[in-house]
Antibody, heavy 122, light 103 residues
Framework: QVQLLQSGAEVKKPGSSVKVSCKAS????????VSWVRQAPGQGLEWMGG????????DYAQNFQGRVTISADESTSTAYMELSSLRSEDTAVYFC???????????????WGQGTLVTVSS | DIVLTQSPGTLSLSPGERATLSCRAS???????LGWYQQRPGQAPRLLIY???NRASGVPDRFSGSGSGTDFTLTISRLEPEDFAVYYC????FGQGTKVEIK
C-alpha cells in the first residue's frame, strides 16, 4: 500500500504563501488521484482540491478557488499544495490523501499523509 | 453543491453498545462514491467504508454501512474502546462529523 510522507510544520505571516509537499512511496504514484484536505483546530475536514498526476488535471473547491494551487511531479512521486494570501483562519493541519477519481469525483481516500500543521500568525 | 448533514453531533455510549450514525445528503448522491472515515485524536482519518456499504481493507466486521439516495448509515455493532472517535461521511464534501464518546 502507498505511504504518503508530508513536509514539516510551517509558521507563516499573514499575506504570505505556504507550499506543502506530499511524497508517495510503495505504489505507482500516477495510478490514483491526490487530494488535499484541511482541518482547522477542533473542526471538521474540508476538501480543498485534487490532482490526477498522470494528466496534470486539477480541481479546486469553490472556497479555495484563486488561492490554492495543486501540482505534482511524477519524477519524484510528489504532490504539492500551495496556499496564498494566508490569513489567521488558514491555521490548520493540511493532509494529502490518495484515492480513485471518476466522473469528476475524488473519493475513497484510502491512504493519508501524517498531516502538516500550518500556523498563520503575525 | 451537495451538503452532508450528520447526526447526532455527539453520541454517548458504553463499550459493547451499538452505535448508529446518520448521514443525510441535500440531494440524491451516488452510493458508489459515499465513504465513511474514522478519525482518532491526533491522527489522520482512516477510510472505513467505501461505496456506502463495503468495508475497507483491515476494517473489523463490527463496522457496517448502508443506505442509498439521500440517507446513509454507519453502524458499529458492539463498541470497542478503540472505536471512540469522530466519524465523517464524504461524497464530494465532508459531513461535519459525529463524535462517539464514552458514556
Amino acid at each position: 500500500q502507498v505511504q504518503l510522507l508530508q513536509s514539516g510544520a510551517e509558521v507563516k505571516k499573514p499575506g504570505s504563501s505556504v507550499k506543502v509537499s506530499c511524497k508517495a512511496s510503495g505504489d505507482s504514484f500516477s495510478s490514483n488521484a491526490v487530494s488535499w484536505v484541511r482541518q482547522a483546530p477542533g473542526q471538521g475536514l474540508e476538501w480543498m482540491g485534487g490532482i490526477i498526476p498522470m494528466f496534470g488535471v486539477t480541481d479546486y473547491a469553490q472556497n479555495f478557488q484563486g488561492r490554492v494551487t495543486i501540482s505534482a511531479d511524477e519524477s519524484t512521486s510528489t504532490a504539492y499544495m500551495e496556499l496564498s494570501s494566508l490569513r489567521s483562519e488558514d491555521t490548520a493541519v493540511y493532509f494529502c490523501a490518495r484515492g480513485p477519481y471518476s466522473s469528476g469525483r475524488y473519493y475513497d481516500f484510502n491512504s493519508w499523509g501524517q498531516g502538516t500543521l500550518v500556523t498563520v500568525s503575525s | 453543491d451537495i451538503v452532508l448533514t450528520q447526526s447526532p453531533g455527539t453520541l454517548s455510549l458504553s463499550p459493547g453498545e451499538r452505535a448508529t450514525l446518520s448521514c443525510r445528503a441535500s440531494q440524491s448522491v451516488a452510493s458508489s462514491f459515499l465513504g465513511w472515515y474514522q478519525q482518532r485524536p491526533g491522527q489522520a482519518p482512516r477510510l472505513l467504508i467505501y461505496g456506502a456499504s463495503n468495508r475497507a481493507s483491515g476494517v473489523p466486521d463490527r463496522f457496517s454501512g448502508s443506505g442509498s439516495g439521500t440517507d446513509f448509515t454507519l453502524t458499529i455493532s458492539r463498541l470497542e474502546p478503540e472505536d471512540f472517535a469522530v466519524y465523517y461521511c464524504h461524497q464530494e464534501t465532508f459531513g461535519q462529523g459525529t463524535k462517539v464518546e464514552i458514556k
